[in-house]
């Protein structure tokens, strides 16, 4: 088991800023943030690999900002002009395994990340 601890939720009105953290073994490995919205799946909003190659999703794109500190095993996510539809439980994951390519793809999946932390939630008010 990979612990995995986020921290940094809370509410804010729309146009504000938050950021989340996550506290993470395993430096060397492929991070990403996912978001579940009420009553939706959940969601890939950025991935990081080691060298601090991010991806994001079109709707958090300019928005927000992932980034990782290896000597602190920390992942963090920056989030920026934040709008009521990012409203969602935030989660912080690890890929499955080193290598996998779990950063490589446009999005982050859900399948390439098996330990996942137990989410803050972030909620905007219009």
């Known amino acids: 088991q990979v612990p995995l601890v986020e921290s940094g939720g809370g509410s804010v009105q729309a146009g504000g800023s938050l950021r989340l953290s996550c506290a993470a073994s395993?430096?060397?490995?492929?991070m990403a943030w996912f978001r579940q919205a009420p009553e939706k799946e959940r969601e890939g909003v950025a991935a990081i690999d080691n060298d601090g190659r991010a991806r994001y999703t079109d709707s958090v794109k300019g928005r927000f900002t992932i980034s990782r500190d290896n000597a602190k095993n920390t992942l963090s996510l920056q989030m920026t002009s934040l709008k009521p539809e990012d409203t969602a439980i935030y989660y912080c994951?690890?890929?499955?395994?080193?290598?996998?390519?779990?950063?490589?793809?446009?999005?982050?999946?859900?399948?390439?990340?098996?330990?996942w932390g137990q989410g803050t939630r972030v909620t905007v008010s219009s």
């Open positions: 994951a690890r890929e499955r395994e080193y290598g996998s390519g779990a950063c490589y793809t446009d999005v982050p999946r859900i399948q390439d990340f098996h330990f």
């Open positions: 395993g430096y060397t490995y492929c």
